[in-house]
């Protein structure tokens, strides 16, 4: 089990409520209105010049110096003990890649790299009619608002052993998710039919760090069942954006556009279980992050050398939006 699970689902799959528009009373003006271009600053190029160098010295230097003949002996002595210090250096790592004897997504330092694709279902749709738009018009004749969203992430994760039970790592993730349809909205102002319609993405990126804790229940010949619990906790940082277009008849007539940024904390627990057969492993496991959203997920890994492997990810759970699911791909390479 990797050191904090979920972490992808906890990341990415916390929404935001989607408000359809932000125009309010002045809304005839804002018709009328063209999209304006900001400006943006430009950056500033610096260069950096090679200092001179010295002038050379005029008395010649001496052949090898003391300092120099250190180092030619040092080599020499290196060179000697080639096979000494070769054997040395292959017994540490035998001795660090087998210094638990056992096999297992644990007990290592190790790098997880992975790609997930998720998508989350909406119970009830996702957004609503701003008030202050609701007003500004004679009447709201249909609103269809997105359905579901999907999403694309990468995650990292950087874990080091402390002890045949313990790993504990950092973790580093970043994702983009938009709604599969974009929000619509059909209205009359003063006798003239409109439709607005809004367009929505967001970015996250998250970081955090996680401990595990694996406990070797039964190990005979190739077969083995260890028992995982695992915590994290971490910040996100998400950055919402929304595009609002009105069209009437004749085409478009105003577009706005609106930024929101939010930082939250991540918290999550989790447990399961690890059963090897050679060297493919199941593991089944069960999660809870701060807000008692519960998830449920089956990984199998398979060895592909001593330690290193690859992982297939299925995921699924529920929140306060509706059901949600995610798959992910991910490479584990040992840093032995």
């Known amino acids: 089990m990797r050191f904090i699970t979920y972490h992808i689902a906890l990341l990415f799959f916390v929404s935001h409520n989607f408000v359809v528009s932000t125009f309010g009373k002045e809304l005839e003006e804002e018709l009328q209105k063209s999209n304006s271009v900001k400006d943006t600053d430009k950056g500033l190029l610096y260069l950096l010049n090679d200092r001179e160098m010295g002038v050379a010295p005029t008395q010649p230097e001496p052949i090898l110096d003391n300092e120099s003949t250190g180092i030619i002996s040092m080599f020499s002595v290196l060179f ?6 070769w054997d040395s250096f292959q017994s540490f790592r035998e001795e660090k890649r087998g210094r638990y004897d056992i096999m297992s997504i644990s007990g290592k330092d190790y790098v997880d790299f992975s790609y997930s694709y998720g998508v989350q279902k909406y119970d009830n749709g996702r957004g609503f009619i701003a008030p202050a738009f609701e ?4 009447s709201i004749e ?8 999907l999403r694309h992430g990468f995650s990292l994760d ?9 790993d504990w790592g950092v ?11 974009d929000a619509k909205i059909d209205f ?5 039919n409109g439709t607005l319609i809004g367009e929505e993405s967001w970015y996250s990126i ?6 595990d804790y694996n406990k070797l229940i039964f190990d005979k010949k190739q077969i083995k069942f260890l028992l995982s619990l695992g915590a994290g906790i971490g910040f996100k940082y998400t950055r ?4 609002e277009t009105i069209y009437n008849p004749a085409g478009k007539f105003s577009s706005t556009d609106i930024d929101h940024n939010d930082f939250s904390l991540l918290l999550g627990f989790d447990t399961g279980f690890q059963f090897w057969i050679n060297s493919v492993c199941l593991n089944p496991s069960v999660y809870i992050n701060k807000n008692a959203d519960i998830g449920y997920a089956f990984e199998l890994h398979k060895v592909i050398g001593f330690y290193d492997s690859i992982s297939f990810r299925y995921s699924f759970g529920n929140n306060d939006y509706g059901d949600w699911q995610n798959f992910s791909l991910g490479v584990l390479i040992t840093m032995l």
């Not at 950087?158 to 313990?166: D, G, K, Q």
């Not at 580093?172 to 998710?177: H, P, S, T």
């Not at 919402?240 to 595009?243: A, E, P, S, T, V």
């Open 158 to 166: 950087i874990v080091n052993n402390l002890s045949p039970s313990f």
């Open 240 to 243: 919402l954006q929304i595009n």
């Open 142 to 149: 249909n609103f269809s608002n997105p359905q579901s969203s």
């Open 188 to 192: 009359i102002k003063d006798g003239i």
């Open 80 to 85: 000697a003990n080639r096979n000494d210090l």
């Open 135 to 138: 007003s500004s018009v004679d």
């Open 171 to 181: 973790f580093l993730g970043i994702g983009y998710e938009y709604p599969k349809d």
């Open 206 to 211: 998250g970081l955090g760090l996680g401990l």
